[in-house]
């Protein structure tokens, strides 16, 4: 087992959690319990960041153990032009919150946040950095937790491939904001252009499919029972060759993340859909009141 060594919050921290949240993190009275929860791909530092819908995420969810699973923050996209909301800020304070009440949060960064992984092994806050991490279900099972950069031959071969598919990335996302503006403004639920797309075009589905055979292929030969990554922004649950692949997805299109019950069961939950039901919830809840 590595050895976390601590380092202690500095007072620029300590003030920052003092400071607390433009959004209050304690509007629902009940929230769902898990024993596990993984996100990554947040993107934070980029317009394209679902940052509102994973604030509400974080504040309808708990559990013992979460897992940040890379790309949390991007660094890519902050070197060129900086653009840090309140949104983004008060994701930080609710994670640095959970830690401090008791949650165990590994980080383990990514390449768009690569520039953490010179600290893996320290503890930050509460926050645990790790390159990657084995963590164990309920009923026993081995997963290896990786953001899967590592595996990808572009980012590593190609890393200016990598920056042009980037940028190209960001003008899906654009365009995206401006397609679910109009649904917001038409009273229509979250859609994801660019989700849509990736089942369209046949390349994309050949490399997301070779990406989760490579890294069930590398889970079987580390001796584990499966893999959780991130990096494509694809959630997915299936088994590859005996051994059991998931991706938790992201919070710029897809919306998800994986979660493991209190017995070992995972689910992917897609947040989108989550707030659909709840907000059809409310309506009938009005109209069986006001009937």
Same mark, same amino acid.
């Given at each position: 087992?590595?050895?976390?060594?601590?380092?202690?919050?500095?007072?620029?921290? &300590? +003030?920052?959690?003092?400071?607390?949240?433009?959004? /209050?993190?304690?509007?629902?009275?009940?929230?769902?319990?898990?024993?596990?929860? @993984?996100?990554?791909?947040?993107?934070?530092?980029?317009?394209?960041?679902?940052?509102?819908?994973?604030?509400?995420?974080?504040?309808?969810?708990?559990?013992?153990?979460?897992?940040?699973?890379?790309?949390?923050? +991007?660094?890519?996209?902050?070197?060129?032009?900086?653009? @840090?909301?309140?949104?983004?800020?008060?994701?930080?304070?609710?994670?640095?919150?959970?830690?401090?009440?008791?949650?165990?949060?590994?980080?383990?960064? %990514?390449?768009?946040?690569?520039?953490?992984?010179?600290?893996?092994?320290?503890?930050?806050? %509460?926050? !645990?950095?790790?390159?990657?991490?084995?963590?164990?279900?309920? +009923?026993?099972?081995?997963?290896?937790?990786?953001?899967? +950069?590592?595996?990808?031959?572009?980012?590593?071969?190609?890393?200016?491939?990598?920056?042009? $598919?980037?940028?190209?990335?960001?003008?899906?996302?654009?365009?995206?904001?401006?397609?679910?503006?109009?649904?917001?403004?038409?009273?229509?639920?979250? @859609? /994801?252009?660019?989700? =849509?797309?990736?089942?369209?075009?046949?390349?994309?589905?050949?490399?997301?499919?070779?990406?989760?055979?490579?890294?069930?292929?590398?889970? $079987?030969?580390?001796?584990?029972?499966?893999?959780? &990554?991130?990096?494509? =922004?694809?959630?997915?649950?299936?088994?590859?060759?005996?051994? !059991?692949?998931?991706?938790?997805?992201? @919070?710029? !299109?897809?919306?998800?993340?994986?979660? !493991?019950?209190?017995?070992?069961?995972?689910?992917?939950?897609?947040?989108?859909?989550?707030?659909?039901?709840?907000?059809?919830?409310?309506?009938?809840?009005?109209?069986?009141?006001?009937?």
């Amino acid at each position: 087992m590595a050895v976390i060594t601590r380092v202690p919050i500095d007072g620029y921290l &300590a +003030d920052f959690l003092a400071g607390g949240s433009a959004v /209050s993190d304690d509007p629902v009275t009940r929230r769902r319990q898990y024993r596990t929860v @993984w996100i990554s791909d947040i993107h934070l530092g980029t317009r394209g960041s679902n940052a509102e819908m994973l604030i509400d995420f974080l504040d309808h969810v708990d559990s013992d153990t979460m897992y940040l699973v890379g790309d949390i923050i +991007d660094g890519w996209r902050l070197k060129k032009k900086f653009y @840090w909301p309140a949104t983004h800020n008060d994701i930080v304070w609710r994670i640095l919150k959970r830690a401090k009440r008791g949650t165990r949060i590994v980080f383990i960064p %990514g390449n768009h946040d690569e520039m953490f992984r010179q600290f893996a092994g320290l503890n930050f806050g %509460g926050v !645990e950095i790790r390159r990657q991490a084995v963590h164990e279900t309920a +009923d026993g099972r081995r997963l290896l937790v990786l953001h899967g +950069d590592e595996f990808d031959a572009i980012t590593l071969s190609h890393r200016w491939l990598a920056h042009l $598919g980037d940028a190209a990335y960001t003008m899906m996302m654009t365009l995206n904001r401006w397609v679910n503006g109009y649904r917001r403004a038409m009273r229509l639920p979250y @859609w /994801s252009l660019s989700k =849509h797309a990736k089942k369209k075009v046949k390349n994309a589905v050949e490399f997301i499919s070779n990406f989760e055979t490579v890294m069930a292929r590398e889970a $079987g030969a580390r001796g584990v029972d499966g893999v959780i &990554a991130g990096h494509i =922004h694809t959630a997915d649950a299936r088994t590859i060759g005996g051994i !059991e692949y998931y991706n938790d997805g992201d @919070w710029v !299109e897809g919306c998800t993340a994986l979660v !493991e019950h209190f017995d070992g069961r995972m689910e992917i939950l897609h947040w989108a859909d989550e707030i659909a039901r709840r907000d059809a919830d409310a309506r009938a809840s009005a109209v069986r009141a006001a009937a």
